[in-house]
């Protein structure tokens, strides 16, 4: 899947450790990891959205966020993976099961 080419690609906007630390501090320190997770993605895909109104929808245990992948680097996209979610066909949006429904199990 060819999202952007290399000329075009967006820059990290963050280093991915100071936002999993702020996203722990924001959320505290027992929260549970799959929150610190979903909040984190959020945060990867916000500077990406492409809907200010409904950035989320949730149908048939699938969560979908409103953001642009040709807006994401491929190292954050990577990251989300990692979390689940997935670029839609459609290039338009992420998914994710694992937010929406039993079943999901973590990629290497």
């Known amino acids: 899947m060819k999202i ?8 990290v906007t963050m280093d991915p450790d100071t936002r999993r630390i702020l996203v722990r501090q924001l959320l505290g320190p027992d929260a ?8 984190e993605a959020l ?3 916000a500077p990406a959205h492409n809907n200010d109104v409904r950035p989320l929808y949730c149908e048939d245990g699938m969560l979908t966020v409103c953001a642009q992948p040709a807006g ?17 066909e459609d290039e338009e949006t992420f998914y994710s099961f694992r937010f929406g429904t039993d079943g999901w199990t973590p990629t290497s």
């Not at 549970?32 to 909040?39: F, N, Q, R, S, Y």
Request: proline fraction near 11%; include cysteine; glycine fraction near 2%.
């Open 43 to 45: 945060a990867i895909l």
């Open 72 to 88: 994401v680097p491929i190292e954050e996209i990577d990251r989300l993976e990692q979390i689940g979610f997935e670029v839609a």
């Open 32 to 39: 549970p990891p799959a929150w610190c997770e979903l909040v």
């Open 4 to 11: 952007f080419s290399s000329e075009d690609e967006p820059e």
